[in-house]
T-cell receptor
Framework: KNEVEQSPQNLTAQEGEFITINCSYS?????LHWLQQHPGGGIVSLFM???GKKKHGRLIATINIQEKHSSLHITASHPRDSAVYIC???????????FGEGTQLTVNP | EAGVAQSPRYKIIEKRQSVAFWCNPI?????LYWYQQILGQGPKLLIQ????????DSQLPKDRFSAERLKGVDSTLKIQPAKLEDSAVYLC???????????FGSGTRLTVV
């Protein structure tokens, strides 16, 4: 069992739909990161969370520390949101990131 | 501010050859990471530097991989000799320190044939 699990692995949506990607982790964390990876390999950091909720534009990230669960929401999805979204747990034992396997999101026009 | 610079962008080598990757982090970022991302998988930490000291290299295959950050700024990662299973994207990331977000480079895609 992976220490960080994401669901779904693949997600296809129509433009305008509300999207949710889930992340569960089993390790003790100091922070939870959401990352976006486009084809070609570049990774962009979206959020770093240690509690509660953060919002940036159409993206919202939440975390429930007690349940060891985080969600990434995209409102009014757009084809340019198509990418792999990766959840990564920053362990309290060090600053190592443990990555989930990613969610491939495709938003069709 | 300038991002994390990596070079080369792509590299194709034959097995048993050696290869080196370079990373220049964002100025002032004390912490630098090298990750290996095999196709279809999440990145795996190879080594973490704090300034020019190694913090975590527990997952670095030290029989063939080496990395240095001599002056606490840019870093090189070397593979010698390469194996087919080393084919992956090698990502460099940096951040000012613990508690800050990461900035990733564009990566180096290595193909070993």
């Amino acid at each position: 069992k992976n220490e960080v699990e994401q669901s779904p692995q693949n997600l296809t949506a129509q433009e305008g739909e509300f999207i949710t990607i889930n992340c569960s982790y089993s390790v003790g964390i100091s922070a939870l990161h959401w990352l976006q990876q486009h084809p070609g390999g570049g990774i962009v950091s979206l959020f770093m969370l240690s509690s509660g909720k953060k919002k940036h534009g159409r993206l919202i990230a939440t975390i429930n520390i007690q349940e060891k669960h985080s969600s990434l929401h995209i409102t009014a999805s757009h084809p340019r949101d198509s990418a792999v979204y990766i959840c990564a747990a920053e362990e309290t034992s060090g600053s190592r990131l443990t990555f989930g396997e990613g969610t491939q999101l495709t938003v069709n026009p | 501010e300038a991002g994390v610079a990596q070079s080369p962008r792509y590299k194709i080598i034959e097995k048993r050859q050696s290869v080196a990757f370079w990373c220049n982090p964002i100025s002032g970022h004390a912490t630098l990471y090298w990750y290996q991302q095999i196709l279809g998988q999440g990145p795996k930490l190879l080594i973490q530097f704090q300034n020019n000291g190694v913090v975590d290299d527990s997952q670095l295959p030290k029989d063939r991989f080496s990395a240095e950050r001599l002056k606490g700024v840019d870093s090189t990662l070397k593979i010698q000799p390469a194996k087919l299973e080393d084919s992956a994207v090698y990502l460099c990331a940096s951040r000012p320190g613990v508690g800050y977000g990461y900035t990733f480079g564009s990566g180096t895609r290595l193909t070993v044939v």
